[in-house]
């Protein structure tokens, strides 16, 4: 069974550029104690989206915390079993080993399209702006379970860093009233809020476009209205110029955060998402 599961899951498209959305999804974001959700990891949006093709070698880490501290191996079964109410975070991790190899035409529109101006501004300044491109790219993907009707439970791990090399913390638990009519978070690049980075925010069950995108301030923060009850996205995208010494121009990281929303005023999740 885990190989099934590993196998359905972990593909690769080996065009970055052409699938920069990458998540955990879970078949329910919020789910009863003591019920499970199955989690498969999708990339793309709209007509391209698919179950990801990631080889199970590059997966280094596919783990939960649980409201209690404990943290569940995921990469056996491919399913969270909550044991306690509360907020569950889980956090899937690969290692830098894939490419995208892209024209300068692909490259630029991408570039633009991400709004990773580190690229933009050193290809400008070494004058590549009209050669192909080479980057090597990691996912850091995370998810946000709630067990038990929304907001029972410790809601601690939605504001809790990890200290990814690109993460996104929300500044306030969904089920908090300062949340109500705003989303908040945070974007952190090895452990330091990054400014002027393009955050986009995406209805999973509607994915063909961002529903809105905003570029974080000067504390990595960026903000939202509170978007509709339903399964949701936030997803950033952030590089480095590297000399080009082993034939590679950027290291590129991409970063998600999937989670529900519940209704702000009578705490219960959108419909498609309800607790089995």
Known sequence: MAARFLLAVCTWVPCAA????FWVNPDRFIVSVGSSTALSMQVGHGDARQRSPIPSRRIVRFAA?????????LRSDGKLSPAE????????????AAQSHLSAERFNAYVQDEGLRPAAAEREKRGTSGLDAIERYRRVAKALVQAGPPGAGSQDLATTRL??????????????????????AQVFFHGRPLAGALVKLTDLDHDAQ??????????????????????WL??????????????IDFDTIFSSLSFGVPDAASGQQNPASEVQ
């Not at 052409?18 to 959305?21: L, N, S």
């Not at 809105?212 to 504390?219: E, I, N, P, Y």
């Not at 952030?238 to 082993?246: K, M, R």
């Open 18 to 21: 052409g699938a920069h959305d």
């Open 65 to 73: 915390w649980t409201p209690s501290g404990e943290i569940l191996d």
């Open 85 to 96: 109410a509360g907020l569950h975070l889980l956090v899937l991790e690969t290692d830098a």
């Open 163 to 184: 200290d990814l090399p690109l993460e996104i913390v929300l500044l306030h638990p969904l089920a908090d009233r300062e949340s109500a009519t705003t989303l908040a």
């Open 210 to 231: 961002p529903a809105a995108l905003r570029t974080t301030d000067g504390s990595g923060r960026a903000r939202f209205d509170r978007p509709p009850p339903g399964n």
């Open 234 to 247: 936030l997803n950033v995208i952030w590089t480095t110029p590297l000399s080009g010494a082993e034939g």
